[in-house]
């Protein structure tokens, strides 16, 4: 699969993590966005559902294991050369994810891996809508049973 120019969009996922008033954020070690803060996540492969996305991507680059526990926000990410032809064309489903397990430390596509208070986002220079969809899913996390998982939205057996 070719992400830099494709021939169409590229289905990836991203999960917030929470650890009190501290969101997860990875330092991205590859484009698009390298050397950006961001929520850890990446490309769904395929035969693979989202849950495995999220559980495996949030692993790879934290080493932290999280189990998924609701949709936050579908986005999708455009980014265009100088020419304004599409670079790169993300369709990216973020969720809000709960620590289970493991010991943070940055690995695979991540430089760096943190808990960020939430006060300091705009220090790391957080892209205004990611910003977006971690107010969405602090909101959600302190909201919990107002909004829940629909059927199905993690894979076909869900």
């Known amino acids: ?9 590229i289905v990836g996922v991203g999960g917030i993590l929470f650890q009190e008033d501290r969101v997860l954020l990875i330092k991205r070690g590859k484009e698009p966005g390298l050397g ?15 849950k495995e996305a999220v559980v495996r991507e949030v692993f790879e680059e ?3 294991e999280v189990e998924v526990l609701a949709l936050a926000k579908v986005l999708e990410r455009i980014f265009r050369d100088p020419d304004g032809r ?3 064309h993300y369709v990216l489903i973020d969720f809000l994810c709960r620590r289970v397990g493991g010991v943070l430390q ?4 991540a430089q760096e891996a943190r808990f960020v208070s939430l006060k300091d986002l705009p ?4 892209v ?4 977006e969809v971690i107010r969405r899913a602090d ?3 302190n909201n919990r049973a107002t909004e829940i998982l629909p059927p199905g939205v993690l894979g076909v057996y869900d």
């Open 128 to 131: 205004p809508i990611t910003l």
């Open 139 to 141: 909101w959600l996390r």
């Open 62 to 64: 934290t080493h932290l």
């Open 86 to 88: 599409v670079a790169y």
């Open 1 to 9: 699969m070719n992400r830099k120019y494709p021939d169409h969009p």
């Open 123 to 126: 220090s790391y220079k957080v």
């Open 106 to 109: 940055s690995d695979s596509d």
């Open 36 to 50: 950006q803060w961001s929520i850890p996540g990446g490309v769904v492969r395929p035969g693979e559902t989202l």
